[in-house]
């Protein structure tokens, strides 16, 4: 029995939907796509292939970064999917162009080598601080996790606060001043006429000079005038307004 015009286009777009939904799925679950994991603590780690058991190591520093985080209520249960030259990523490349980290959900996805002895994630491009890169996607986690997927936070904000966490030890170092990193953002924009993708804040971690300059924001909000996390995301002065009041701050300072 021959089927009609109508219905075979029905059966067709019927199929199409479901295997977009299908899709979409594994792009949002894709634990199935892996045949190896290891959990240590709260944290899943996802892999095609054989997982190090340095993995433990990086979770525990990463865990001690986020854990100064006001968002932390309890131990984060967060999935870290390896997805370089994996089943996944190829999926996923065919809607959105690789990046090297990023968040998803309570998901992690890190598309680079890992390099334990030097605490790197490598790319095609460029490599960055394993343990940091980490914690900054662990952060947005969390971010997830308080106020939804559908967070309509100002970038600045989002990224900034993901920058302070996973800084934390390079913050509370003994020899940091916020002046310091400040002079070195603007002579890093000087240099460059602001054209700079990378620029190096210490030996061997590469951090875009945007995110350096939201953290600085954060940072200054949160350490200097004392305000929460919370009241940043609410606040309605612009990161131009922050950035000048930052400025004139320590110019007053200097002045002094």
């Known amino acids: 029995m021959k089927l009609s015009t109508k219905k075979i286009v029905y059966i067709s ?5 479901l295997a977009m939904i299908a899709y979409v799925w ?26 190090d058991s340095r993995w433990k190591s990086v979770i525990d520093q990463s865990l001690s970064l986020i854990q100064n985080s006001e968002l932390i209520e309890t131990q984060p249960k967060i999935n870290v999917m390896l997805v370089a030259n994996t089943k996944y990523r190829r999926l996923e490349s065919l809607l959105a162009s690789p990046v090297l980290a990023k968040a998803s959900q309570n998901n992690v996805f890190l598309n680079g080598d890992i390099e334990f002895d030097r605490r790197r994630i490598r790319g095609f491009v460029l490599e960055m601080d394993l343990i940091r ?7 947005h986690c969390l971010e997830n996790a308080r106020y939804g997927i559908n967070d309509t936070a100002l970038d600045w904000k989002r990224e900034g606060y993901a920058e302070y966490i996973s800084h934390h030890s390079d913050r509370t170092a003994p020899d940091y001043r916020l002046t310091t990193l400040l002079e070195q953002y603007e002579s890093q924009i000087a240099d460059s006429d602001g054209s700079a993708e990378w620029m190096e804040i210490s030996a061997g971690v590469l951090v875009p000079p945007l995110y350096v300059r939201w953290r600085l924001l954060v940072e200054y909000l949160m ?34």
């Open 26 to 51: 594994v792009l949002c679950y894709p634990q199935a796509l892996f045949q190896h994991s290891l959990t240590h603590r709260s944290i899943t780690v996802y892999s095609e292939t054989e997982i």
């Open 223 to 256: 350490d200097v005038k004392g305000m929460s996390y919370d009241q940043i995301r609410t606040t309605s002065v612009s990161d131009a307004a922050v950035y000048e009041e930052l400025r004139q701050m320590i110019k007053q300072k200097n002045v002094e």
């Open 133 to 139: 890169t980490l914690a900054h996607e662990m952060t």
């Open 13 to 17: 777009g019927t199929l199409m939907f």
